[in-house]
């Protein structure tokens, strides 16, 4: 006995307290256990691991995906920063304080913008819709020429006005660019007064040529056309009056920074919010489903993990006789305890380890070949997918900790039995 007394001691000075629960535990897991039922538990919790760890990280990677989808349509409508006064409707822009605004670094376009509910009127059909009166420095700076689906983003064709619709706008009103009838734009006096008698007397209405359709995201489709400040502030008597400034900034231009510099030449009369903000409940909606879809796998894996407990709690009773052996060798509980929690650790990282490669494999073939197609018309013809390393980390992590608790319980509940 105290020959393998030293023996043990010599082993263990070799490998290290930290090495040999380590290499015994692996030859636990790979060696074939003598009843074969625990094989196969054990091979059904590390698939079943391994599977939802794939789950966790297809699913997280296509909601990023959307979520940089919708950012990029967002981007092509919205602008970096959105000015709007904080009481009212209307302000007038042209003060020292928006001069200091167009002189700040980064700013690209200062645009002035006139945006109002209108009743749109053409060859009998009627629609309600947004009109978003912009300038020149608008179109100068903006992507949305490039969503252009039909004629071209013109708003002037010489001396005469004209609109760019949404498709969704197009459509209903049976809009089309090779007509040669004007869209008629309905909206209230400024006064608010409303004639009974002769409710159209209560309007004002304006001729406008449609010159293009655009195609962005339905939302925007079906409620905006855009239309010349000028002829928006003639609909609505506007002086030089506006409802918004919207700020575009240079690329490398630090948004945050902008924004609160912005805010302290403005003050607390007009309000700043950027992309986010100016979306701010959409965004949460879709954070609030990418949280509650994580959880939910999460907690599919922590049912998983109770197949290791059972394997782990198998492999504690059949390897009685090898935990006496390595007692009467000089092996303390401690070092005991870790074998078998290392051996149920490894089950729940092997499945981890497999289940990240094969997940980010299926990622990475979704993006190249778009293995997957989106149903219906949409903007893209493959379910979008966008893999974030900070989220494979995260998936990585959480599941092992929960592996790490399935292995403990069933250790813990063995040297209570010891004890």
Known sequence: MSAARHIFGFVLRRRGRGGLPFFIARRYLFAKKSHNVINIISLISAAGIMIGTLALVVVVSVYNGFDELVQSMYHTFDADLR??????????????????VRRQPGVVSFTEVVEENVLLEYRGYQDLATI???????????????????????????????????????????VGLHFIDPLLVHAPKRDGRLSLLNPEASLVSEYIYPSGIFAIEQSFDNTYFFAPIAFARRLFDYADEVTAIEIRLAPQADVAKVQRQVKTILG???VVKNRYEQHETMYRMMK?????????????LVVISCNVLGSLAMLIIEKKDDVLTL???????????????????????????????????????????????????????AYPVSIQWFDVALIAVAVAVIGYIAAWLPVQYAKRGAE
């Not at 302000?91 to 020292?96: R, W």
């Not at 609030?288 to 599919?300: G, M, N, R, T, W």
């Not at 092996?331 to 990240?356: T, Y």
């Open 83 to 100: 000015i709007t006064p904080a009481t009212g409707k209307v302000f007038t822009p042209h003060s020292a304080i928006f001069d200091e």
């Open 132 to 174: 978003k009166g912009i300038d020149s420095a608008y179109l100068a700076a903006t992507p949305l020429p490039q969503t252009i689906v039909e004629g071209g983003f013109t708003l002037w064709h010489g001396e005469v006005e004209q609109a760019v619709l949404g498709r969704g706008i197009a459509y209903k009103l049976g």
């Open 288 to 300: 609030s489903e990418k949280a509650v879809i994580y959880a939910i796998l999460l907690f599919i």
């Open 327 to 381: 007692r009467s060798m000089g092996a303390d509980e401690r070092l005991i305890n870790r074998i078998f929690l290392f051996e149920g650790w490894m089950i729940s990282l092997l499945g981890i380890l497999i289940g990240i490669v094969l997940g980010l494999g299926l990622c990475v073939a979704q993006q190249t070949f778009g293995l997957i197609p989106m149903p219906g018309n949409f903007l893209v013809n």
């Open 268 to 270: 607390a009369a007009f």
